[in-house]
C-alpha cells in the first residue's frame, strides 16, 4: 500500500465494518486517521485499538450523530481543531433504517444520514480539503442506487414503500452529489469519486432484524469481509493510480460505468441546491 506518512485522513462510521477496516489500512500506512463514531466512548476505544495494532500512535476519535445537522456542524469544528488541512475525507458512514424514521430534523432518515449529513459535512470542510496539496474526497455508494430515482417533489420518500427503496434513492444521490461536487471542484487541487464496496458482512441490516437474519442465512457464503469491503475506498483515499482523477464511479478499484440515473446533470444541480436548502447552506 502507498505510504501516508503525515497525511490526515477523516473516516466517517469507523467504529465497525467497512469504516473499520479503512481506518486501519490507512493507520497502518501511516496515516493521521481521525476515527469517526456516533458515540465518543467506541471511537475512543477504536482509536486505542488501532493505535495498538498497527504502532501508529497518531489515531484520534471524533464524534457526531448523523442524524442531527447540528452533530455535524460540531464535528465539522472538531476536525478543523485537528490540522489547517484535511488530505482525505472518507464518507463512510451509513445506514439502512427498518421502518420509517425520521432525524432531528424531521427528515426521513436513511436520506438525512447517507446524503444530508455527508453533503452537509463536506462541505463545512472544504476550506481544510482545499488547504491540502492534493486532497481526496471517497464517498461510498452503492450498486443499489440502480432502478432508484429521485422524486424532487418527495425527497423524503413519504410516497415510498420498503426500506430498500429508500436506501436505492441515498445512494443514487450520494452518486450524484459526487458528480455535481467534482464538477465545482474541476481544475482544482481536490478531487472527488465514489464507490461500490461489494455486498459486505457488516453491520448496515442491524436496525431490520429480519433482514439481517436472511442474509446471515442465505448469503454468508457469498458476502465479501469488511477488509475485502473497504479496498475500493482505501484504494481510491492513497493510490497513485487515480491521482487527479475525480467524478468517477468505482468497484473492485476499477472505473464502473453507473446507472444513467447517477449520470443526470439536471438533477445532480437540483439535489445540489436541495440539499443547501435543507441543511441550511447559502446557495
Not at 485499538?49 to 452533530?71: K, P, S, W, Y
Given at each position: 500500500m502507498t505510504s501516508m506518512n503525515g497525511k490526515l485522513c477523516l473516516v466517517t462510521g469507523a467504529t465497525s465494518g467497512i469504516g473499520r477496516e479503512s481506518a486501519r489500512a490507512l493507520a497502518a500506512a501511516g496515516a493521521r486517521v481521525l476515527v469517526h463514531g456516533r458515540e465518543r466512548?467506541?471511537?475512543?476505544?477504536?482509536?486505542?485499538?488501532?493505535?495498538?495494532?498497527?504502532?501508529?500512535?497518531?489515531?484520534?476519535?471524533?464524534?457526531?450523530?448523523?442524524?442531527?445537522?447540528?452533530?455535524v456542524r460540531r464535528l465539522a469544528?472538531?476536525?478543523?481543531?485537528?490540522g489547517a488541512a484535511l488530505d482525505v475525507l472518507l464518507n463512510n458512514a451509513g445506514l439502512m433504517s427498518a421502518q420509517r424514521a425520521l432525524s432531528a430534523e424531521g427528515y426521513e432518515l436513511t436520506f438525512a444520514v447517507n446524503h444530508l449529513a455527508p453533503f452537509l459535512l463536506t462541505r463545512l470542510l472544504m476550506p481544510r480539503l482545499a488547504a491540502a496539496p492534493a486532497a481526496r474526497i471517497v464517498v461510498v455508494s452503492s450498486e443499489a442506487h440502480r432502478g432508484a430515482r429521485l422524486d424532487f417533489d418527495d425527497l423524503m420518500s413519504t410516497q415510498v414503500a420498503g426500506l430498500l427503496a429508500a436506501y436505492g434513492r441515498s445512494?443514487?444521490?450520494?452518486?450524484?452529489?459526487?458528480?455535481?461536487?467534482?464538477?465545482?471542484?474541476?481544475?482544482?487541487?481536490?478531487?472527488?469519486?465514489?464507490?461500490?464496496?461489494?455486498?459486505?458482512?457488516?453491520?448496515?441490516?442491524?436496525?431490520?432484524?429480519?433482514?439481517?437474519r436472511l442474509?446471515?442465512?442465505?448469503?454468508?457464503?457469498?458476502?465479501?469481509?469488511?477488509?475485502?469491503?473497504?479496498?475500493?475506498?482505501?484504494?481510491?483515499?492513497?493510490?497513485?493510480?487515480?491521482?487527479?482523477r475525480s467524478g468517477g464511479y468505482y468497484a473492485r478499484c476499477r472505473p464502473l460505468e453507473p446507472a444513467a440515473a447517477a449520470l443526470n446533470d439536471v438533477d445532480a444541480e437540483r439535489l445540489w441546491q436541495a440539499s443547501e436548502r435543507l441543511t441550511g447552506l447559502p446557495g
Open positions: 466512548e467506541r471511537a475512543q476505544a477504536l482509536a486505542r485499538e488501532l493505535a495498538a495494532a498497527t504502532g501508529n500512535t497518531q489515531v484520534a476519535a471524533v464524534a457526531g450523530d448523523f442524524a442531527r445537522l447540528d452533530d469544528a472538531e476536525v478543523s481543531s485537528h445512494k443514487l444521490a450520494n452518486l450524484l452529489f459526487t458528480r455535481a461536487l467534482a464538477a465545482r471542484l474541476a481544475g482544482g487541487t481536490v478531487t472527488a469519486n465514489a464507490l461500490h464496496p461489494g455486498v459486505v458482512r457488516t453491520h448496515l441490516f442491524h436496525r431490520s432484524p429480519w433482514l439481517q442474509m446471515d442465512t442465505l448469503g454468508r457464503p457469498f458476502l465479501l469481509s469488511p477488509e475485502q469491503g473497504a479496498a475500493t475506498s482505501v484504494y481510491l483515499a492513497s493510490s497513485p493510480e487515480v491521482a487527479g
